[in-house]
């Protein structure tokens, strides 16, 4: 097939086609992202998502890892970025590269994922020039849900765009090949990305970003409530409901299984 895209690939892509990504955890859903996203994120969502936490700060290295190589496992075309998880990069540079190198080295992906700006550009910085490709996350960043007060829309006033912008340049002098705007007024984002060389991914962000990015499950409809920014393209919450309800019907009426299910002696 054709050869696993690369985040100079992706970073190559601004100013060109709209960036397409989501969320994968693991190998069952990545199979089926890969052939549509340019890149499948590895999100630490997966703790709420997959895992029932109440926010992402729960979640370990070794779940980011174990969700990582699964998903590398099931796509061949899309780049994987791996989300570092919150308590595994922030304390120093040289934390942060002996996870990201755990992360690059057990799961396979093409890079991993970060959140903060300013504060963390000597990190990004340290991890690119060591040959580990970073995208930065600004604006809601929900690792820091606990200092934001909640899951709310960022840069209201324009103390806080300031903020926000200048997290995000921050973030792409220090050699960040993409980052995530999450959360932010609608003309925040178009002004970053203006204002930024590498491509911006966002979400409830602006559809002046140079990609958008959504979590697999909320757009699929099986994941109970979502903020505003996500747009429903399925309903599967509901179809597998219907199918574990008929199987369950079928089990207690002893329809299934059929005579087709079964294995008939040969002799
Ligand atoms: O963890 C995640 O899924 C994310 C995306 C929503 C950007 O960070
Ligand atoms: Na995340």
Redesign the pocket.
Known sequence: GTKRKSAPDIRAQKGGPPIV?L?AYSAVTARLVDPHADFI??????GM?EHGLAS?LGVTLDMMILHGASVVRGTTSALVVV?MPFGSYEASEREAFASAARIMAETGCGAV?L?GGAAMASTVKHLSERGIPVCA?VGLT?QAVNALGGFRSQGHDAAARDRILNDAKAVEQAGAFAV?V?GVVEPLAAEITRALTIPT?G?GASSACDGQ???LEDMLGLTMRVPRFVKRYGALGDSIEAAVRAYAEDVRARAFPGSEHVYKPRG
Request: no cysteine.
């Open positions: 990504s969320t994120l590895v999100g630490d969502s997966l998502v992402t989300d994922k959140e996350h929900p995530v999450e991914i979400i990015i959504l979590v």
